[in-house]
């Protein structure tokens, strides 16, 4: 079980738009930057946002995100089929021992 | 180019332990921090610790407290994560990733992974 919660899963047609949420709390993305990183099968997580919503170079702006409160979300617009992936998101929590904790990720599938 | 070298494939009986080795190369072996992150077989990423290479100092995650143990070898630029008392739970990819600051922006984030480490028990 997860501190930050994602759903499981996620689906949507090529040149869609579609959001992953990161339910959180005060202790952790209450209070703290989130980061999202993506992950093909068999390799190692690639960052795509880190400071809640910055793209580091390299990531397309189909890619965005933006946290409210406790909560997190990543957007991806005009869906590709190269974006299946799964997608975790990242933050720190001042209640577990200055933890570094992530959500439990969110499979997407382009139809 | 930043590179995260880490070492092989391991298989184990439980209760053994093993030590796995990441060599950072392409910056200064002192300059960022290096974390542990695993994901076991269909699981999620899971964070183990960190390591400071310049001082040694480390953080575990309260779950691993007592089993894992991050050094570091400056000679050899290098730094180590072991885990004792192993039981099927630990069969996962091990991965090493460097912790970058940017000052610029005044923010840290997981930039480099290695290539992860299957450690089978």
């Known amino acids: 079980q997860s501190v930050l919660t994602q759903p499981p899963s996620v689906s949507g047609a090529p040149g869609q738009r579609v959001t992953i949420s990161c339910t959180g709390s005060?202790?952790?993305?209450?209070?703290?930057?989130v980061r999202w990183y993506q992950q093909t099968p068999g390799t190692a997580p690639k960052l795509i946002i880190y400071g809640n919503h910055k793209r580091p170079s390299g990531v397309p702006d189909r890619f965005s995100a933006s946290k409210s409160g406790t909560s997190a979300t990543l957007a991806i617009t005009g869906l590709q089929a190269e974006d299946e992936s799964d997608y975790y998101c990242q933050s720190f929590d001042s209640g577990l021992s200055g933890s570094i904790i992530f959500g439990g990720g969110t499979k997407l599938t382009v139809l | 180019q930043v590179h995260l070298l880490q070492s092989g494939a391991e298989v184990k009986g439980p209760g053994a332990s093993v030590k796995v080795s990441c060599k950072p190369s392409?910056?200064?072996?002192?300059?960022?921090?290096l974390h542990w992150v695993r994901q076991a077989p269909g699981r999620g990423l899971e964070w183990m610790g960190w390591m400071n290479p310049a001082s040694g100092g480390t953080n575990y995650a309260q779950k691993f407290q007592g089993r894992v143990t991050l050094t570091r070898d400056t000679s050899r630029s290098t730094v180590y994560m072991e885990v004792t008392r192993l039981t099927s739970e630990d069969t996962a990819v091990y991965y090493c990733?460097?912790?970058?600051?940017?000052?610029?922006?005044?923010?840290?984030?997981?930039?480099?992974w290695g290539q992860g480490t299957l450690v089978t028990v």
């Open positions: 392409g910056y200064t072996f002192t300059a960022y921090y």
């Open positions: 005060s202790s952790n993305i209450g209070d703290y930057d």
């Open positions: 990733v460097r912790d970058f600051y940017d000052s610029a922006d005044n923010h840290n984030y997981f930039d480099y």
